[in-house]
């Protein structure tokens, strides 16, 4: 089988969850045997779409990693509105499976809680969800 390029881009903004999500993503990654990873940070949420475009047109799969926090404004719903909009919109154009590790969480805890090492990191959940997709579509064409 043909091996796997995977794309990780990951938001720096709440830099303590994004690099435990990382951490799980990569690591199940290397788990699946994944050697080829190309790993980008961008300063928050709303650059993931353009840079999982980027990814996307040279990669099989790209994991998106990201974490927003409610706050006091309504600038959350933005954030998480476009941000979902802007992946879903990369994946159903290029046909890359993109691996959705964006937290929209209502608080830190709710954050930390989904990035521990180890069962229920998202980033290992998003990274085995996109090799999953990668899978199946390969599969289509044998």
């Known amino acids: ?9 990951t938001a720096e903004f709440n830099g303590d969850i994004t690099a435990a999500l990382r951490d799980g993503a990569l690591a199940a990654l290397r788990d699946a045997g994944v050697t080829q990873v190309v790993d ?9 779409p353009v840079l ?7 990669c099989d799969a790209v994991v998106a990693i990201g974490a927003v926090i409610e706050g006091e404004t309504d600038h959350y719903i933005h954030v998480c509105t476009q ?10 154009e290029t046909g890359v499976p993109i691996g959705n590790a964006v937290l929209t969480v209502r608080t830190y805890e709710h954050a930390r809680e989904r990035s521990l090492p180890g069962p229920g990191n998202k980033g290992a959940e998003a990274a085995q969800a996109a090799l999953q997709a990668v899978a199946a579509i390969r599969s289509l064409s044998e």
Do not use: D, F, H, N
Request: no cysteine; aromatic share 0%.
């Open 40 to 48: 980008i940070a961008v300063a928050g949420a709303l650059e993931l």
């Open 52 to 58: 999982a475009r980027a990814l996307a047109a040279e």
């Open 1 to 9: 089988m043909k091996p796997v390029r995977v794309g990780v881009v």
């Open 83 to 92: 941000t979902s909009a802007g992946l879903m919109q990369v994946t159903v």
